[in-house]
């Protein structure tokens, strides 16, 4: 029961805090405010707790409780585990509640501070689902822990988590088991203490006199036998054998030596009516696993084997819920892997240092180096992600291997596509997407041209006559120079006109043509923080690896970069080990990574 009144306390027992959690559940979202019967206050009872049971409010606070319970077991079980590898005598970090079908009767759960200062300001703040922790009572925390009590803990903790999850419903297969229910077990204890009588008999054993342990101390041997558990410690059992002969518990009796840990009644529980509930299936899988744990000898391949087990899973569903609690329609979903990244933060991390460095303290520049397949596309669009969320900008661009006659693709493609989002978003007549065309105008007049050619959504951005006039007696080598210092202010005009610094990401450097190096180089002089203009450009590529040889493009910026003093960082990825793997796997497949 709670420790005070319900309008003081701020823990409850699990029956109330369910009780009351599930009344407190806003369903205001989902009624018609136009017909007044269908408020959430007329709807039918049973109508009004379904709708509660799957709500994020009581749903998400459930598994936070759920999560602390198998927590505080998986704890316990590490500690006895340790227990029996040391000399260690305490044994108050490993006493556990018995297993049975009762462990719902001995939770309580804790609020935080927040949820019960607005209970006892009487404030309607959601402060039940302010979850703290979640225990068992102390006083049914008596029973020394046995390793091989595992598999009932976690059908006991089983049949916690349907009462949970139904909202306070218990199994029917318990309310009303066959053959009685509680008189049911009463009478198999009965049955087992006769059959221990009528095994001593057969073994010419009577009435046995009190025995002294050597300290004065004495006790009756019979009454070892009065209670439900009727060999419950391992020194009764050796007692037992001692005093009664070792064949006492023999192969014939497998049933009573099994009563040295536990003995309560075993139901088999359906999950369906949870099921039936509309919970996540993920979850209805979740308890059935661990009642499937019953008889000790679980079948499914996705069975549980230890109690730390389900607490992994109930953090993946709170820390990923879309991944791992919520239905998947995996019939009609594609199996991509290539859309989140795995295992990389350490090398996103070094480049997002250098980004800064380029902001602040001088040009650098970084080349991104692996085979094919090691995700070194996904890691630049991981990082572009960071620069969006910053306010920088982020063009990408990627060289093709039958186009590395044509110079400037990448990079022409790259702000292409920037120039049409900005028309896609705003409009040529925007306030923006004016200045940018005045700054060009300003600075390049007639010579934009050039540009219009390579870029064609920045003709519709400009969109004036300054454009018609071109120099055809030109040569190739100063057009393309020419080109080199129209693209340097036309990324200074998007720059200044947004107040942001610029990254350029190209793929595929390994097909990269000298025109584009010879820009990019120019572009992290012209642009870099040592600049006159003092504006932020930072640049990005990924190679192919084992595919440069000194007369490569990629590998000349590299030398001219070195002799200007440019910094530039080279990541080179590694395979990814296993356990990444495996996590690319599971939240794939939306599977716990213990099945994959």
Request: aromatic share 8%; hydrophobic share 35%.
């Amino acid at each position: 029961m709670s420790t005070a009144s319900p309008s003081t306390t701020s823990t409850f027992l699990l029956s109330q805090w369910i009780r009351r959690a599930i009344d407190e559940v806003d369903l205001s979202a989902l009624a018609n405010s136009s017909v007044a019967s269908n408020h959430p206050s007329q709807w039918p009872a049973n109508v009004r707790n379904s709708m509660a049971l799957c709500s994020e409010e009581y749903f998400i606070s459930a598994l936070r409780v759920a999560r602390c319970l198998a927590d505080q077991i998986s704890e316990a079980e590490d500690n006895i585990a340790g227990r029996e590898h040391s000399d260690s005598d305490d044994e108050r970090s490993t006493l556990l509640p018995a297993p049975g079908i009762n462990w719902a009767d001995k939770v309580q759960v804790h609020l935080t501070s927040d949820g019960a200062a607005n209970l006892n300001n009487d404030v309607n703040s959601k402060l039940l689902f302010s979850i703290e922790k979640a225990d068992f009572l102390p006083d049914d925390m008596s029973y020394k822990g046995q390793s091989e009590d595992g598999m009932r803990r976690i059908y006991s903790l089983g049949l916690v988590f349907y009462e949970i999850f139904s909202g306070g419903e218990r199994p029917v297969e318990i309310e009303q088991p066959k053959g009685g229910g509680e008189e049911s077990y009463a009478d198999d204890t009965e049955e087992i203490s006769q059959e221990l009588s009528q095994e001593t008999s057969e073994h010419n054993v009577g009435p046995l006199p009190p025995f002294d342990d050597g300290d004065g101390d004495s006790f009756d041997i019979a009454n070892i036998f009065d209670d439900d558990d009727v060999i419950e410690d391992e020194d009764e059992y050796n007692l037992c054998n001692n005093i009664l002969g070792d064949d006492f518990f023999d192969a014939e009796n497998p049933r009573k030596r099994q009563t040295q840990s536990c003995h309560y009644k075993v139901y088999d529980v359906s999950v369906e009516p949870l099921k039936a509930k509309l919970l996540p299936g993920p979850l209805c899988d979740l308890v059935a696993n661990m009642i499937d744990c019953a008889d000790g000898n679980p079948s499914g391949e996705d069975s549980y084997h230890k109690m730390s087990e389900v607490r992994d899973d109930l953090q993946l569903m709170l820390d990923k819920p879309a991944i791992y609690l919520y239905d998947q329609d995996m019939g009609r979903a594609e199996i991509q892997f290539g859309d989140r990244m795995f295992g990389r933060n350490a090398e996103l991390s070094t480049i997002k240092d250098a980004y800064r460095r380029s902001a602040s303290d001088s040009s650098e520049f970084v080349i991104i180096s692996a085979a094919s397949g090691y995700g070194k596309s996904l890691l630049a669009h991981e990082f572009g992600k960071h620069v969006l969320a910053g306010g920088g900008i982020f063009l990408s661009g990627k060289f093709d291997q039958l186009q590395q006659g044509k110079p400037f693709s990448a990079l022409a493609f790259a702000l292409d596509v920037y120039c049409g989002i900005l028309l896609e978003g705003s409009g040529p007549s925007s306030s923006k997407v004016a200045e940018i065309a005045s700054k060009l105008r300003s600075s390049l007049g007639n010579e934009a041209y050039h540009l219009t050619k390579l870029i064609p959504n920045l003709a519709s951005i400009l969109d004036g006559p300054e454009i018609l006039a071109i120099n055809l007696n030109e040569d190739c080598g100063n057009a393309q120079k020419r080109l080199q210092y129209l693209l340097c202010q036309l990324l200074q005009a998007i720059s200044s006109t947004f107040s942001a610094p610029v990254t350029l990401f190209l793929d595929d450097l390994q097909w990269a043509d000298q025109a584009s190096m010879e820009a990019v180089l120019q572009l992290l002089i012209n642009l870099g923080p040592s600049s006159q203009e003092n504006k932020c450009f930072f640049f990005l590529g990924c190679c192919r690896e084992g595919e440069l040889d000194e007369e490569h493009p990629l590998w000349k910026l590299l030398c001219k970069a070195d002799t200007l003093s440019i910094e530039f960082t080279n990541i080179k990825l590694d395979m990814m080990d296993v356990q990444t793997i495996n996590t690319m796997v599971s939240e794939t497949l939306c599977l716990s990574p213990r099945i994959t």
